[in-house]
């Protein structure tokens, strides 16, 4: 009920923004009768398509289960002709808009206010001012850093289910008024595609779960570049503490980000889900969509799941997709709850904040699955200024990976000392690439390269693995390693299956790309527009299209099934596997 009233509040006051713009203009003929037909006019009008806008999504929900959004309009301008079919079929929403078109009109005639004393110009600019002020706040659902959008809803709910109930359609619309949307593709027929490519991973019916914990640690901006185990061409170690851990634990060699940017990140490594279109879920025009999230998926066996991340609540709207992909308590520097930690201008700085994380997760019920993703190694680059006295010559990017090595250092001291540290798994990677220094770094391959590491104190998670491997291949192995019992739906595959081709794929400035362990190709959505061999020729200098076109097909056709996949899931509301059986 908070939740949907605040979104209510703010689509009702765009909806009238011109009706209370003109109510309250300091201007001296409101009395006149022109002037009052016109304020009736735009009262009734624009809440009428307010309330037809309600109306349809109420009845579209059944065919999509989410809220109409700017694609559903442009495929309503198309099939315009199917309007008056859909008008009869649901008349009962017909008769509806019309009741409440007289209802507006009653209401409006029925509160009309009269002005007797004289115009005062001075008193009418004031009224002027703080309604408008007021209205401002109503407009972002209130006074927090980020305006409401229509991921905030995951925020009120538990069950992803239910977000749908929180938001309303006229926000989902006028969100959409700054998005770009996802067409359509028929690369392949239905049969054919699902032969090359399926989002359905089938849940392990014959063992039991092994139920370890899982502790994700998602370091802000750690590209290989920064980190000597990859990079020796550094002056010296900036991360001597991750050094040491990756030749502990499982280390997987040549992993790749989604994107560039920490949303696509975190989407991949808690969801699964790729970057194959122009802005993250998290911001997309199908930010409500349902997701099969490792948080939701693990809490319906019983797990304790919480994200961590000491920004400020809203901030990249990094909290609000831990809770879309179903982490059931979010903690940020709100909670943390204590300015004298705050860099003073983003967030807790890293050493604190991982070492609340500990605090906070001691009182989980075991199992639980912990998401902590780092901060500080973002510009602005601040560290404490002890730190910074410590180490006054580094350069401050690689200074505050220094830090945040030795933030991480501290958290497994503290987690060593706890009796769920042998039954955990921890995943320690980087949601993306930061600052390159160096121009190798740079290129459309090496500028995704990130750290991948399993470690545990099951001997199983020793040694290193050369394979191609991507973020969104990490939910899928881990929920292998457990066992874990139900289906659901990821783009990515189970690192040890040696039956699954092993691909990175991403999207960037219109250009889809596909990379295996020696060939990266390019494709523009509608041909192939480079392929190269990126091991022998790191520069991309020599493109080798039309030289091997068994393996140019391979990858061209993989790819193409994903887009097509992708973006139908995407646009139907089907990526979380309770979706993509309903109404199969």
Known sequence: MEGGLRFDIESLIYTNALFIIFSVLPIPYKNKKWYKRFLLVLFVVFNLMFFSIEIADLIYFQYVFRRINGSDLSILINSFEILPSYMVEHFEGVLGLGF????LWF??????????????????????LITIGVAI?????????????????????????????????????????????????????????????????KGDKEMSMDKKNIFFITLESFGKEYIYYFNKTLDKSYTPFLDSLLDQGLCFEDAYACGTRSPYGIAGIGASIPTLMEKP?????????CIDGVGSLLNEVGYTTGFFHGARPSSMNIDRLGKLEGFTNIFTKAT?????????????????????????????????????????SHGPYVVEKYFEEKYPNDDPILRTVRYTDYALRHLFEEA?????????????????????????????????????LFYSQDTFFRGKNHKVVSQVDIMPTLLNLLH?????????????????????????????????????????????????????????????????PKKEKEMLTYLKALIQIHNELMIDNKICNYNFNKNK
């Open 281 to 289: 879920i998290s911001f997309s025009a199908y930010q409500t969509n």
């Open 336 to 376: 943390f709850n204590d300015d004298s930690k705050f860099d003073g201008d983003w967030g807790i700085w890293d050493d604190p904040f991982f070492q609340y994380t500990i605090k906070e997760v001691n009182k989980f019920k075991e199992p639980f699955s912990a998401f902590l993703f780092s901060m500080t």
């Open 137 to 201: 706040i109503g407009s972002r659902g209130g006074l927090q850093l980020r305006p409401l959008s229509p991921i905030s809803a995951s925020k009120y709910v538990d069950k992803k289910e239910l977000t749908p109930l929180v938001s309303n359609g006229t926000i989902h619309l006028l969100f959409a008024t700054e998005q770009n949307f996802l067409s359509r593709r028929h690369y392949f027929d239905k049969n054919e595609v699902y032969n090359i490519f399926s989002p359905v991973r």
């Open 484 to 548: 874990y019992p139900k289906d659901y739906n990821a783009f990515g595959f189970d690192i040890f299956d040696e039956l699954k081709p092993r691909y990175d794929y991403t999207f960037s400035n219109g250009i889809y790309q596909i990379l295996d362990g020696e060939y990266i190709l390019f494709f523009d959505g509608t041909k192939m527009v480079g392929f190269y061999n990126y091991k022998k020729n790191p520069e991309l200098s020599v493109d080798v299209k039309g030289k091997y």
């Open 416 to 452: 060593k000392k706890q009796p769920w540290f042998k039954n955990t798994i921890f995943v320690v990677t980087a949601d993306h690439i930061g600052r390159a220094f160096d121009k190798k770094f740079t290129n459309q391959y090496s500028k995704y390269q990130i750290p991948l």
């Open 107 to 128: 209401i409006y005639k029925k509160t009309q206010i009269i002005i007797e004393q004289k115009f005062n110009y001075l008193f009418a600019s004031l009224v002027f």
């Open 100 to 103: 409440i078109g007289l209802l």
